[in-house]
Every structure is written in structure tokens, then in C-alpha cells.
């Protein structure tokens, strides 16, 4: 098969230039198209990492030269294909080899195609030896229509529980579904955890379980189901009851991992598609002409590395050698579309897309019947090919309502087809994956256009700027709009000199002055945000706080908007922000008009649809179309989104649910009053809105309180140092062992550390202690040195039994009575004698500022020996019911106010007390 040359031409090259590329840890030199990214070079070379590099027997590898582009990765792809494409016979001769390698190159520098990824290694029948794997083992496809139908889902809807859900975790869910279904009222109120306790209460176990919100609300909806399933299942379905919604439809729609195809042959198409090698072609930079030709060349480039390259698994390796699938992808529809001004949801652009890759499948099916006539149908087109002609013939008359010239190549490809038949039953899809369009550097897929208005761009010194999208400039240019206002207002003008809102002079009001007010213009120029213009390291910490009486840790925390806080209104800031950062889009622009205003539109679902159904007519595959609903959509919402799908007219489709948003919090059982699903409120549309706060850290003084406890469990001495704040609340512990391995002390002092964070941002002890008591592991046993910790069983359970006894008053964790200071006598030889407070108080924390008469007098008195046991005593009452001073002392067995001297009666207290 012979190629005509019309890319590998020196008007057609690309600049190219060297480019410094860090690549695992080291920089590299690379040759690259002058015009390409850092991260599409990038996506590149990692490419060219899984490239095979196996040649037939008698072929002799070419070295590139040691300037070439991509460090000579393309010149081997394309060198390894033309030795296999000799060895086959695609090639017929060495001028043909050569003219090969000139094309794939030269497209590829281009920017105009870009392969997908490759299998180093893998299965495959051999090209030349013909290998066999014996006997295909193809599933069917599941059946709408099968009897057993929900066993078959319920089977694949268990093994990915079992994968992805804890038993526990099931249990949990499928108890809020229970607790929904058990009661009687309506069904709002069956759902509202205010109202139905029973649901507050599973509500509340499956928090304790580790589920989010989000899973706990699908579980209200019926849903239990674990993430996504990797791998999809495919199954066939009548269109019409799809349409209508069946009992076997709500099945699949609320049965996630699984895509209707509507008919076996689209069914096929789906299969072989799996199996095809793929390339996409760049629809923005070329013209049908250029289609016709890069058709040709890459459905001998395809159907080369059909014969030689490697797949995944030997099923997949059987259908690419009997049916020799092809995927030629046509990118960039949409993207074209939008920079021409067409309105997406138009019968023009219909028309155009159609148009398109009616050309690129039916060039490509002229090149597979050349091939088939010089080496021969492929092993399927025996059985295959009344079916492929019948298909074939449907695309020429369907040609012929859009496109004289794409109908002319139909008819082209059909008299071949029907002379020597077709050495690939399918050659064009609809979808890439991501790394390749990251080759192609394009930021959607096949038919859909950029979602943004804006993109980036990479300035010769590698820095990323923002930039007014080209296919946006371009639309706004065709439909007679002013480009440069748009992107002004787009972008931002980075001044806020002469803003609406709040300008320059306004801010003078609140006592800005030129240092500031350059300082702001200066960081506007790359905000992203006015909050970072506004911030402390900005204005300068001094500024803030003398100037505009703000704490300068407060002005710089995140969320915080300084020019709120100064009192100007939210919308005013948000004036300002539009005309200084740019607006998010063309809503407000002056210049809009509905031309325009159809053509940068997003695309809708109808519009979507229609676009899909329009295309798919001549496409070898569907297109793997995957609709979301959203994240919390009961089945009853999939069920009508897989309906309309259906009689749109599509081929094939899956639906499934949104991922919810993040930081989502429906149930927060611990306040009663929001116990009420709340509404999710979309997400703000300006930065400066402030945002879900983070935990704050709250730091400990840098001359803290605390105490050292020395002790030893099971003989292994321990020391367990604590640091307080002001108010006597823990903040940090350190754990430090005697003679230990260096392994476990270091681990030790680091779990300490962790712990000293968690408190600092929040966490209570009792969080702590209630997962570390009861742990066992050596060293346990007996503790010494700790007068109410007499055993542990660990030396976690020991430091959280002494935290748990100190901090809380745990007293059910000790198995000691505590030795503490009493308050019977100011006789320091008395029996009970007060004790200094220098015993408890840091003479250094204090520079020695404790006064030595100083004693620690307690509030009430500890268990008497007779209640030891049972450390329950409830505290003993202190104020005089009398005189109502706290002077109430236990003295010759009956309480006397050493203020006014009554003895109260046990009535008395009790009164008092209560």
C-alpha cells in the first residue's frame, strides 16, 4: 500500500527547539516542537516508556540520530511498525517503509495525531507465526431480558461490596434503608432523623462506622452500594423498554458499572472496540483533504500494530487478530465548532460533525480495502461480511443527505468491500483516554468543546499565564465581537484604580496610603483573589494592625476578607473583584449578544444527545457515553436519565451518580436542631466568599505548665512528661523510655508527637483515651511509682489510664486511691497538714515567685479509707447554707462553718444542695 507525501514536506515542519525536561529526579535535554508545553513533552517521553521493542526475525533496528525530536521515541515507533509492516506485507518495499516512516513522523511532530498507549509485553497471535491461543472463551453480553437478571446484578453488586464495604458497614446501611421502610408516617418525615428516632439512632451507628454522609444518604434512597465498579458489564436492551422505564431498566440504572448497548451489533462494536488499537487525530488544525490523507496513513499504521502489538489479555488478543478492530478518533469537534461560532445545539454544527467523521470512516474503509486486496480480509469476514456490506451501504445513503463527497467515498468503499472485502470490520470510535488527549493537548473529548472560557499558556521561561481561550478569541472575532474587551473583562484589567465598587480612592477612606495602594496594585497583577492583594504579608503586618486595627494573625487566616471585616458591602467587593480579576463569565459583558451567547454556551444534555446520535451513524463504535446524575439521585432520576438517553436515539449508555461534593455534612446528630437533611447549598461563586473553616491550631504558651511522672510498668520505667495551657487543659505529652531499643523509643516519642497535634487542633483527651486504654502488649503488668496506676496492660494503656485519672478524673480507670493534700490543720506536724504549693507548682515556672507560705487547700475531701474501694464518693458539700461563704469543714465527725460558726443538720445540706 503506498502513501502520497504530504506531511513529511520541509514547508509543513514544525520549529523545533531543545528544552531542559526534569525526568525522575534529573534534567534532561529534549527536542521538541517549539509550540509544545512542558506537560505535553512530558506526556510524551512518558510514553515513550512503554514502547515495545520487539522486531521480527531478520529486521535490524535503526538508531535514531542523537538530535532527534523526543529524543528519537517517534522515529522508533514509527521504524519498529514499518519492519513488522514489512514482514506482514502491508509494506510492499523498502520506498513504501520510508515513505511510512516520513508520514507517522511527521504527523506526530505536527501535532496532528497522537497513538494510544502500548503494552511492552502481553498477549498476541503472532503476525508471522501465526500462534494459536486456542479457543475463544467471549462472554455474552448480560440480557435485559434474562429471566435471572437480578440474581445476575445482585451477584456482581455483592462482590463489590465484599471489595469495597465493610460487613459491618453493609449492616449499618442497610439499617438506615430499614429504619426509612419501618415507619408509618409520610415519607418526608420517615426520612427526617428529627422526627423518625429510630433513624437518628442508625443514623448514628453508621457514623460510628466510618461512613460518610453522602453513602448514609444514597442508603435513605435505597442505595447500598460500594464505589464504582472498575470493569463494566455490558448489557443488551431493547430501545423501547429502556424508554419506557421497565422493572429490568430500574435495575441496571440503579446498578452502577454496567452500559445498555440497544442492539447485538452495537453490542459487537463496543466489545471490538476494547480490543482496537487507537490514534486521535487533531480535527482543529487540519482541513477534509488533510482527513482523507492522515486517514489513510494510520489505518496502515493501526492495522500494523493490530498484527503485531501486545494486549492485555489472550480474549482480547483473539478478537483483535479475527475481527482486526480499528479506533481512529476524530478530537477536537467541538473545539472547532466554538471557534467557528457555531452554536453547539444547532443543526449546523450537526451537520459539520457529522460531516467530519463521515469522511475520516469512510476514507479509512477504503484504505482497509486496499489492504484486504493486498493481503487479505480479515479472519471474521467470511461470516462478518454480509452484515459489514449491509452496514456499509446504510453510511453511503446517510452520506448522501449531508455530504456529496463523504457519500462519493462510501460508494468508493463499498465496490472495493464488495471485490476483495475488508481487512478490518471496524475502523473508527468516538472516545480517547486522557493521556492521549494531554498528547494532543486537548483539554476535552472527541465532540464536546473546552469548558472554559479561559486557558493558560507557557511563556518561553516556563512560567503559566492566563489567557483568553484561542477558540474563544476566535469565535468572538467571526461573530464581529470586540476581542480585547471580552478578555478584559475575562480576565480582569489587575488594577482597581477606577473600580466599581471600591476603587483606589475609596480605600484612601479607611486610611490606605501610596505604600499600601502600590503594594495592593503590584500583588494584583497575579492574584488570584482579592484576599491575597488584602493579606498581612501584603500590607505589612504593622499596617494592619495599628492602622486598621485588625490582629494580623486574624487578617491572615484563611477565608478571612479583610475588606468585610473594614464594613464594605459583599456586592461592592464582588464589583471590584469582577473588574480587577475578571469575571467568571460573559453574563455581565456589555458586548454579549445571543450569537454569541449560543456559540460559548455550555452544551446541554439534548443538545448533547442530539450532537452524539448525529455522529454515531458513522462510526465503526459508540460512543462510551456516560451520563451523571446527581450524587444523591434516587433510582426513579436514573431511571428517566437512561429513558432519555434511549429515545434520543444514542447506541449505547451508561448512567451513573455525581461524586458528592467534598466536606459534605448532611446529619449532625450531636445538635438536635439540624438533625434535618440540609439543603446542599452550591458552592460560592467568587473566592473571596468565605470558605468551610479548617481546624485551627491552637499554639501552647512558650512557658507551659505541666508535670513529669516517673514510673515503670513490668519493670520498664517510663517517664511521662505533660504540657498545659493557661486554663490547665492539656496540650501535649512526651513518652520517654529507660534503656529501651533505639526503634521503640523513637516510635514512642513520635506517637507522642502525633497525639500533641491532634490535641492542639482540637481533638479531646477523652477521644485518645477511649482508643488506648485496654491495649494490650508487653511491656504490661505491674506499675511502681504511680499512686493511682497499680497495673496496665501496656505502656499506652498505662499513659492514658494516668492522663485519663489527672485530666478527667477517670477515677474508674485507677486501681489505686490517690495520695493527695488535705485541708484539716495549718499544722505542718499535724497528721494531715496542708501541703506546700511549691510541691505542685514550678518554683522555675514561677523565677521563683511561689511564696514558700503558700498551700494547696482543696475545695472538698477525698474518699475516706472505708470507700477506697469504690472511688465513687459522691463530694462532700463546702458552702454554709447560713452565710452562704465556702467555709463548711468536716470537724468531730459534723460539718461547722468556720465563719459564722453554725453546725447545719444533714436537712439543712441536703436543702442547700438541692
Known amino acids: 500500500m503506498r502513501l502520497e507525501s504530504r506531511f513529511a514536506v520541509s514547508e509543513r515542519q514544525p520549529a523545533l527547539t531543545g528544552r531542559l525536561i526534569e525526568r525522575a529526579g534529573e534534567w534532561i535535554r529534549v527536542t521538541a516542537p517549539t509550540d509544545w508545553t512542558t506537560a505535553r513533552i512530558d506526556a510524551w517521553l512518558d510514553w515513550a516508556d512503554g514502547l515495545p521493542t520487539d522486531y521480527p526475525a531478520q529486521s535490524t533496528p535503526r538508531l535514531p540520530s542523537p538530535d532527534a525530536p523526543l529524543n528519537g521515541a517517534l522515529f522508533r515507533y514509527a521504524h519498529r511498525l514499518a519492519a513488522w509492516g514489512r514482514a506482514t506485507g502491508a509494506l510492499q518495499d523498502e520506498a513504501s517503509a520510508t515513505a511510512f516512516v516520513d508520514e507517522i513522523t511527521a504527523t506526530l511532530l505536527l501535532g496532528m495525531a497522537a497513538p494510544g498507549g502500548l503494552c511492552q509485553d502481553g498477549y498476541r497471535i503472532h503476525p508471522t507465526a501465526d500462534d494459536q491461543l486456542g479457543p475463544a472463551t467471549d462472554a455474552a453480553p448480560g440480557s435485559l431480558a434474562a429471566p435471572d437478571l437480578e440474581r445476575q446484578l445482585d451477584t456482581r453488586r455483592h462482590a463489590r461490596l465484599s471489595t469495597g464495604l465493610t460487613a459491618v458497614a453493609q449492616a449499618r446501611l442497610e439499617a438506615v434503608f430499614a429504619a426509612t421502610l419501618r415507619c408509618d408516617g409520610a415519607t418526608s418525615s420517615c426520612r427526617d432523623p428529627n422526627q423518625n428516632s429510630s433513624l437518628a439512632r442508625t443514623i448514628r451507628a453508621a457514623q460510628d462506622a466510618g461512613l460518610d454522609d453522602a453513602a448514609i444518604q444514597l442508603a435513605l434512597n435505597g442505595s447500598i452500594d460500594a464505589a464504582q465498579a472498575a470493569n463494566e458489564w455490558l448489557v443488551l436492551a431493547e430501545r423501547a423498554e429502556v424508554a419506557a422505564g421497565s422493572r429490568p431498566a430500574q435495575l441496571v440504572a440503579e446498578a452502577p458499572g454496567l452500559r445498555l448497548a440497544f442492539s447485538p451489533v452495537d453490542a459487537e462494536a463496543v466489545l471490538l472496540a476494547e480490543a482496537a488499537p487507537i490514534v486521535g487525530l487533531d480535527a482543529r488544525q487540519i482541513d477534509l483533504v488533510d482527513l482523507v490523507a492522515l486517514a489513510r496513513v494510520w489505518t496502515l499504521a493501526l492495522e500494523i500494530e493490530s498484527a503485531c502489538g501486545f494486549c492485555a489479555s489472550g480474549l482480547l488478543a483473539r478478537r483483535r487478530h479475527d475481527a482486526r478492530p480499528l479506533a481512529l478518533v476524530l478530537c477536537g469537534l467541538g473545539d472547532r465548532m466554538r471557534a467557528e461560532g457555531l452554536a453547539y445545539d444547532s443543526d449546523a454544527a450537526r451537520l459539520q460533525a457529522a460531516t467530519w467523521v463521515a469522511t475520516l470512516d469512510s476514507a479509512a474503509l477504503i484504505a482497509s480495502a486496499e489492504l484486504a486486496s493486498q493481503v487479505s480480509p480479515c479472519r471474521d469476514w467470511a461470516a462478518e461480511g454480509p452484515a459489514a456490506l449491509s452496514s456499509l451501504d446504510r453510511k453511503r445513503l446517510a452520506a448522501d443527505r449531508i455530504d456529496p463527497t463523504a457519500a462519493k467515498l462510501y460508494a468508493r468503499a463499498l465496490k472495493l468491500a464488495r471485490k476483495s472485502g475488508l481487512r478490518n470490520l471496524q475502523v473508527t470510535a468516538l472516545d480517547i483516554d486522557a493521556e492521549t488527549r494531554l498528547r494532543l493537548a486537548m483539554p476535552s473529548d472527541g465532540i464536546q468543546p473546552a469548558s472554559g472560557l479561559t486557558g493558560v499558556v507557557?511563556?518561553?521561561?516556563?512560567?503559566?499565564?492566563?489567557?483568553?481561550?484561542?477558540?474563544?478569541?476566535?469565535?468572538?472575532?467571526?461573530?464581529?465581537?470586540?476581542?480585547?474587551?471580552?478578555?478584559?473583562?475575562?480576565?480582569?484589567?489587575?488594577?482597581?484604580?477606577?473600580?466599581?465598587?471600591?476603587?483606589?480612592?475609596?480605600?484612601?477612606?479607611?486610611?490606605?496610603?501610596?505604600?499600601?495602594?502600590?503594594?495592593?496594585?503590584?500583588?494584583?497583577?497575579?492574584?488570584?483573589?482579592?484576599?491575597?492583594?488584602?493579606?498581612?504579608?501584603?500590607?505589612?503586618?504593622?499596617?494592619?494592625?495599628?492602622?486598621?486595627?485588625?490582629?494580623?494573625?486574624?487578617?491572615?487566616?484563611?477565608?478571612?476578607?479583610?475588606?468585610?471585616?473594614?464594613?464594605?458591602?459583599?456586592?461592592?467587593?464582588?464589583?471590584?473583584?469582577?473588574?480587577?480579576?475578571?469575571?467568571?463569565?460573559?453574563?455581565?459583558?456589555?458586548?454579549?449578544?445571543?450569537?454569541?451567547?449560543?456559540?460559548?454556551?455550555?452544551?446541554?444534555?439534548?443538545?448533547?444527545?442530539?450532537?452524539?446520535?448525529?455522529?454515531?451513524?458513522?462510526?465503526?463504535?459508540?460512543?462510551?457515553?456516560?451520563?451523571?446524575?446527581?450524587?444523591?439521585?434516587?433510582?426513579?432520576?436514573?431511571?428517566?436519565?437512561?429513558?432519555?438517553?434511549?429515545?434520543?436515539?444514542?447506541?449505547?449508555?451508561?448512567?451513573?451518580?455525581?461524586?458528592?461534593?467534598?466536606?459534605?455534612?448532611?446529619?449532625?446528630?450531636?445538635?438536635?436542631?439540624?438533625?434535618?437533611?440540609?439543603?446542599?447549598?452550591?458552592?460560592?461563586?467568587?473566592?473571596?466568599?468565605?470558605?468551610?473553616?479548617?481546624?485551627?491550631?491552637?499554639?501552647?504558651?512558650?512557658?507551659?505548665?505541666?508535670?513529669?511522672?516517673?514510673?515503670?510498668?513490668?519493670?520498664?520505667?517510663?517517664?511521662?512528661?505533660?504540657?498545659?495551657?493557661?486554663?490547665?487543659?492539656?496540650?501535649?505529652?512526651?513518652?520517654?523510655?529507660?534503656?529501651?531499643?533505639?526503634?521503640?523509643?523513637?516510635?514512642?516519642?513520635?506517637?507522642?508527637?502525633?497525639?500533641?497535634?491532634?490535641?492542639?487542633?482540637?481533638?479531646?483527651?477523652?477521644?485518645?483515651?477511649?482508643?488506648?486504654?485496654?491495649?494490650?502488649?508487653?511491656?504490661?503488668?505491674?506499675?511502681?511509682?504511680?499512686?493511682?496506676?497499680?497495673?496496665?496492660?501496656?505502656?499506652?494503656?498505662?499513659?492514658?489510664?494516668?492522663?485519663?485519672?489527672?485530666?478527667?478524673?477517670?477515677?474508674?480507670?485507677?486501681?489505686?486511691?490517690?495520695?493527695?493534700?488535705?485541708?484539716?490543720?495549718?499544722?505542718?506536724?499535724?497528721?494531715?497538714?496542708?501541703?506546700?504549693?511549691?510541691?505542685?507548682?514550678?518554683?522555675?515556672?514561677?523565677?521563683?515567685?511561689?511564696?514558700?507560705?503558700?498551700?494547696?487547700?482543696?475545695?472538698?475531701?477525698?474518699?475516706?479509707?472505708?470507700?477506697?474501694?469504690?472511688?465513687?464518693?459522691?463530694?462532700?458539700?463546702?458552702?454554709?447554707?447560713?452565710?452562704?461563704?465556702?467555709?463548711?469543714?468536716?470537724?468531730?465527725?459534723?460539718?461547722?462553718?468556720?465563719?459564722?460558726?453554725?453546725?447545719?443538720?444533714?436537712?439543712?445540706?441536703?436543702?442547700?444542695?438541692?
Open 458 to 914: 507557557e511563556t518561553s521561561d516556563g512560567e503559566v499565564e492566563r489567557v483568553l481561550h484561542p477558540d474563544v478569541a476566535r469565535a468572538l472575532h467571526m461573530l464581529d465581537a470586540d476581542v480585547e474587551a471580552a478578555e478584559r473583562h475575562l480576565l480582569g484589567r489587575r488594577t482597581l484604580a477606577d473600580a466599581p465598587g471600591i476603587d483606589l480612592e475609596g480605600l484612601r477612606a479607611f486610611g490606605f496610603t501610596d505604600i499600601e495602594l502600590k503594594s495592593i496594585e503590584m500583588e494584583l497583577d497575579q492574584a488570584s483573589n482579592l484576599a491575597e492583594a488584602f493579606s498581612p504579608s501584603v500590607l505589612g503586618a504593622g499596617f494592619v494592625e495599628d492602622a486598621l486595627g485588625v490582629e494580623a494573625e486574624l487578617a491572615g487566616q484563611a477565608g478571612f476578607c479583610l475588606l468585610s471585616h473594614l464594613g464594605v458591602p459583599s456586592h461592592q467587593i464582588e464589583q471590584a473583584a469582577d473588574y480587577a480579576l475578571g469575571a467568571s463569565d460573559l453574563t455581565e459583558w456589555s458586548g454579549l449578544t445571543d450569537a454569541i451567547s449560543a456559540a460559548l454556551a455550555p452544551p446541554g444534555l439534548e443538545a448533547e444527545l442530539a450532537l452524539t446520535t448525529a455522529v454515531e451513524i458513522f462510526s465503526g463504535a459508540p460512543r462510551r457515553l456516560t451520563l451523571y446524575a446527581g450524587w444523591d439521585a434516587a433510582t426513579d432520576d436514573l431511571t428517566r436519565l437512561q429513558s432519555t438517553a434511549a429515545l434520543a436515539g444514542i447506541r449505547a449508555v451508561r448512567v451513573e451518580r455525581a461524586s458528592p461534593p467534598d466536606g459534605l455534612v448532611l446529619f449532625d446528630l450531636n445538635q438536635p436542631e439540624t438533625h434535618a437533611p440540609a439543603t446542599v447549598e452550591p458552592a460560592p461563586r467568587r473566592a473571596e466568599s468565605l470558605p468551610a473553616q479548617r481546624p485551627q491550631r491552637r499554639k501552647l504558651p512558650d512557658r507551659r505548665k505541666g508535670y513529669i511522672q516517673k514510673a515503670a510498668v513490668g519493670g520498664h520505667k517510663v517517664y511521662l512528661h505533660t504540657g498545659e495551657y493557661e486554663d490547665g487543659e492539656i496540650g501535649e505529652i512526651f513518652i520517654d523510655m529507660h534503656k529501651e531499643g533505639a526503634a521503640f523509643r523513637s516510635l514512642m516519642n513520635n506517637f507522642a508527637i502525633s497525639v500533641s497535634i491532634g490535641l492542639q487542633y482540637g481533638v479531646p483527651l477523652e477521644e485518645f483515651v477511649d482508643a488506648f486504654v485496654y491495649t494490650r502488649f508487653e511491656p504490661s503488668g505491674a506499675v511502681t511509682g504511680n499512686d493511682s496506676i497499680r497495673s496496665a496492660t501496656s505502656i499506652l494503656d498505662y499513659v492514658f489510664r494516668e492522663l485519663a485519672v489527672s485530666y478527667q478524673g477517670r477515677s474508674d480507670l485507677a486501681n489505686a486511691r490517690p495520695t493527695l493534700p488535705t485541708d484539716d490543720g495549718l499544722d505542718p506536724d499535724a497528721e494531715e497538714a496542708p501541703t506546700p504549693a511549691t510541691r505542685f507548682i514550678s518554683k522555675g515556672l514561677m523565677r521563683g515567685g511561689a511564696p514558700d507560705n503558700l498551700v494547696v487547700v482543696p475545695f472538698g475531701r477525698r474518699d475516706t479509707d472505708a470507700e477506697a474501694a469504690s472511688f465513687s464518693q459522691p463530694p462532700v458539700a463546702d458552702v454554709c447554707p447560713a452565710c452562704g461563704d465556702a467555709a463548711l469543714q468536716m470537724k468531730g465527725g459534723a460539718f461547722v462553718c468556720d465563719t459564722c460558726g453554725i453546725a447545719p443538720t444533714e436537712a439543712d445540706l441536703s436543702t442547700s444542695q438541692a
